[in-house]
């Protein structure tokens, strides 16, 4: 379809059908069972953390519930006792929540953000990623020992800004 809408907006572009052959070697789309582990309770952490952050993003103060993640400062699998504690989680966007696990963020014990160097910051989001931005969850502030071990296991070293 989009060749065919592009043939007709550009007279040097000659729209050709795809031969059989080339649609041959597409597979069938199928379905399948599986049995996999489920997170339960995730969604009273959730409303513990969110809540402790006004239902916003700890960085940003975005407060669309759609793009909130609690995210775990010490992850899921690696600490069964700190699951559910809501002072380990933050309330983070989509966008923070992935630089958070991925380690290109972090925060120190006073809550301010570091970034990795790792961490590309084009000038436009710098803003919302420097060592002014300051948590101020208004219960459940994150424990320091769980902010010490995301920054010596999860963060990318070599921080600066």
Not at 15 to 39: F, M, N
Not at 131 to 137: E, K, M, N, S, Y
Request: glycine share 4%.
């Amino acid at each position: 379809m989009s060749e065919k809408m592009l043939s007709s907006l550009d007279s040097n572009y000659e729209y050709q059908q795809p031969k059989s052959a080339d649609i041959k070697h597409v597979r069938e789309g199928r379905t399948a069972l599986r049995t996999v582990e489920v997170r339960t309770n995730q969604n009273v952490f959730r409303r513990m953390v969110l809540s402790s952050y006004d239902n916003r993003c700890g960085v940003t103060g975005l407060a669309e519930p759609a793009l909130l993640i609690a995210s775990h400062i010490v992850p899921w699998a690696e600490n069964k006792q700190s699951r559910l504690d809501p002072r380990n989680g933050i309330s983070l966007n989509a966008l923070h929540d992935k630089a958070f696990d991925r380690g290109l963020i972090s925060f120190q014990s006073d809550l301010r953000m570091l970034c990795s160097t790792k961490l590309s910051i084009p000038d436009g989001m710098k803003k919302y990623f420097n060592h002014d931005i300051v948590l101020r969850p208004n219960k459940f502030p994150p424990r320091a020992s769980f902010l010490e071990y995301h920054r010596d296991v999860c963060f990318v070293a070599d921080h600066g800004v």
